[in-house]
């Protein structure tokens, strides 16, 4: 019952506090399935491009996700009712009194600070994934003779460029899977 | 079946097709929506479509259900609404549901194990694009670096606990606003 509840206030949190699209929940999801010990940093990453190549809202590819992994269907069904919940709410209520909401200036206030702070947090996620992806077992000078940290620093500056162009983020992840299957195989690592 | 019925069913049926055939969900989903909503329902217009962006970001929440709930609401009431996130939503539900299952039994593969190290370098690259485009979409001010960078260093380095953050920040954001208004009289 417990794992249910929490399941539903995290997720209901993370849906009340994300501004704007895409990557802005990425923030919030990470420091609560962190902090609750519910996946790693690795197993973020591994989530998001199983998100990336599936058809759906990043917001609701995750908590489904979660709530699966920690309690099975009906934490699934907790968590993306309460990532859900807070949008469908305040939607609602915006709808009908929209004329007023449009040129409410503490709302578009507030959102001058919202939209930067954002892209701050992103980073920070970033930062704190790329660190799992790079040093897995933490920072000393043996990485720079481990084959695995060239090739993914390989793989990411030539996707970095390659998601630059536009490449189809499903394009990307297939050409990473196959790179890194084959220098799995060939290396031994 | 009565009119009204009819359409929270073509709605449900609509954002359903919307939720299974975008992927990265939020802005991709806004041309398909003007697509079935606007040009061939012709339910809302190109206008309400600005309107529900403009929204939709100073709104908490992912935009799929922003943009769901709002166009439901405003074409058939409450039940629209409902109906239409419910379409939204459940595609990717049922799907991450199976693969969370299948994945399960796969990940101690080898060759899976080499695909998701491989991938992982990848994503990053993904994250570092969507940075990239927020960053060109906001608001070049000093104000906006500053939040910018403060709001990277409390959580990246200082570990701030994330909601503080943001509520400062929209605390921050409307201060600096008002205190530009006040200049600009």
Request: contains cysteine; hydrophobic residues 55%; glycine residues 10%.
């Amino acid at each position: 019952m417990v794992i249910y509840l929490k399941l539903f206030l995290t997720f209901l949190k993370i849906g009340a506090f994300t501004f704007g699209g895409g990557y802005a929940m990425l923030p919030l999801i990470q420091e609560a399935v962190l902090d609750n010990g519910w996946m790693s940093n690795e197993e973020i990453v591994n989530f998001i491009a199983v998100s990336e190549s599936t058809p759906g809202p990043f917001a609701i590819n995750s908590a489904t996700y979660v709530g699966m992994q920690m309690g099975g269907l009906f934490g699934a069904f907790c968590a993306t009712l309460g990532v859900v919940l807070p949008s469908f709410v305040i939607i609602l209520i915006v709808a009908k009194i929209f004329d007023k909401f449009k040129n409410n200036k503490t709302v578009a206030g507030c959102m001058t600070g919202l939209k930067p702070v954002v892209i701050g947090m992103i980073a920070a996620a970033l930062l704190s994934l790329a660190k799992t992806v790079f040093i897995p077992n933490g920072f000393s000078t043996g990485i720079f003779s481990e084959p695995s940290f060239y090739i993914s620093l390989g793989i990411f500056a030539v996707m970095t460029v390659l998601a630059m162009k536009k490449a189809h983020p499903i394009l990307i992840i297939c050409i990473s899977a196959v790179v890194g299957i084959a220098s799995g195989f060939i290396l031994g690592l | 079946m009565n009119e009204k019925m009819k359409r929270i069913f073509t709605l449900f049926i609509t954002f359903f097709k919307i939720g299974a055939f975008t992927f990265g969900g939020g802005y991709a989903m806004i041309p398909l929506i003007q697509k079935e909503v606007v040009e061939k329902h012709k339910w809302i217009t190109d206008d309400d479509i600005l309107e529900i962006i403009a929204i939709a970001e100073s709104t908490p929440g992912p935009i799929a259900i922003n943009s769901a709930t709002f166009v439901g609401y405003r074409t058939a009431g409450f039940f629209g609404a409902f109906f239409a996130t419910l379409g939204v939503v459940l595609p990717s539900f049922i799907l991450i549901s199976v693969i969370s299952l299948v994945l399960e039994e796969f990940q101690d593969l080898k060759a899976v194990k080499y695909a998701f190290f491989g991938i992982r370098a990848g994503v990053l690259g993904l994250i570092v694009k969507a940075l990239v485009s927020m960053y060109k979409k906001c608001p070049k001010k000093t104000v906006s670096y500053a939040i910018m960078i403060a709001g990277f260093i409390l959580v990246a380095f200082l570990k701030v606990n994330i909601l503080l953050v943001i509520i400062g920040s929209a605390i921050l954001g409307f201060v600096s606003s008002v205190a530009e208004l006040r200049r600009d009289d």
